[in-house]
Nanobody, 121 residues
Framework: QVQVVESGGGLVQAGGSLRLSCTASGLDFGAYAVGWFRQAPGKEREGISCAGWSGFTYADSVQGRFTISRDNAKNTLYLQMNSLKPEDTAIYYC????????????????WGQGTQVTVSS
């Protein structure tokens, strides 16, 4: 049974940093692309970063501020978030799909429950 669990969310002031973690079990972690998505109140879920067989991707909104990394030995994906802004406030989700990243959330097979990130101004 595949399980995906996010952690590391919280409340931070604008300009601050957080590091999110995503651990996936029940699959060959190294064979999967792992993506970060977020959903703010009243908005659609958007993809912000992904680590897959073709490398790393970032949405324009987080490029230069967020850094994705993965430790396959620990079955864990990280998202280092720096220079946080109030508009980064959202529930952050981790999702996995086989091998390659996709910009469509519908292409991802397994999802975590999300972790809340709140950035105060």
């Amino acid at each position: 049974q595949v399980q995906v669990v996010e952690s590391g969310g919280g409340l931070v002031q604008a300009g601050g940093s957080l590091r999110l973690s995503c651990t996936a079990s029940g699959l060959d972690f190294g064979a999967y692309a792992v993506g970060w998505f977020r959903q703010a109140p009243g908005k659609e879920r958007e993809g912000i970063s992904c680590a897959g067989w073709s490398g790393f991707t970032y949405a324009d909104s987080v490029q230069g501020r967020f850094t994705i990394s993965r430790d396959n030995a620990k079955n864990t994906l990280y998202l280092q978030m720096n220079s946080l802004k109030p508009e980064d406030t959202a529930i952050y989700y981790c999702a996995v799909r086989y091998r390659y990243c996709s910009g469509s959330r519908r292409d991802y097979s397994y999802w975590g429950q999300g972790t809340q990130v709140t950035v105060s101004s």
